[in-house]
């Protein structure tokens, strides 16, 4: 158990360093430009980020864990030390925002 919350800080540090709003006016960027890190080849367009990645830090980090728990909400709030309601709430609060995400996606 030690390990996964290790694994999640760890989580939560990288997905802190992808900026997803532009720090001028805050719309939502797109990805330009993609590298291969063993060859450099780049491939360069323009990208959506998909919904997944435009949720915060610790969105992306409950999502990660609740799959680890194989979506049990009971595992979730053993493992936050919260209540079942409060980790449901959480839950869905995050299904609305994907929601939000996707029909973004859908008006573009």
């Not at 949720?55 to 595992?75: H, N, R, T």
């Not at 980790?87 to 995400?101: F, S």
Request: glycine residues 6%; positive net charge; hydrophobic residues 40%.
């Amino acid at each position: 158990m030690k390990h996964d919350v290790m694994i999640t800080k760890w989580m939560v540090k990288i997905m802190n360093d992808l900026p997803t709003l532009c720090p001028s006016c805050r719309s939502r960027l797109s990805v330009k430009r993609l590298t291969c890190e063993k060859c450099r080849t780049e491939v360069e367009g323009a990208y959506a980020l998909p919904p997944l990645a435009r949720l915060s830090c610790g969105d992306q980090a409950f999502v990660v864990s609740f799959v680890k728990a194989s979506g049990s909400l009971k595992e979730m709030a053993r493992l936050l030390g919260f209540s079942y309601p409060t980790v449901r709430n959480r839950l869905d609060g995050l299904i609305e925002r994907l929601a939000e995400a996707e029909e973004g996606d859908e008006k573009r």
